[in-house]
């Protein structure tokens, strides 16, 4: 089993940026 989330896969990503603290990093991502 893997150690680290796959940002690549849905849940890795909804993991990573699905919060309400990671939304600064996830628009600055969407606008680059």
Known sequence: ???YINPY???GFKK???Q???K???ID???S
């Open 16 to 18: 990573l940026f699905g």
């Open 1 to 3: 089993m893997s150690r």
């Open 29 to 31: 991502f969407l606008n």
């Open 9 to 11: 896969t849905d849940f």
């Open 20 to 22: 309400e603290a990671n």
């Open 24 to 26: 600064e990093p996830l």
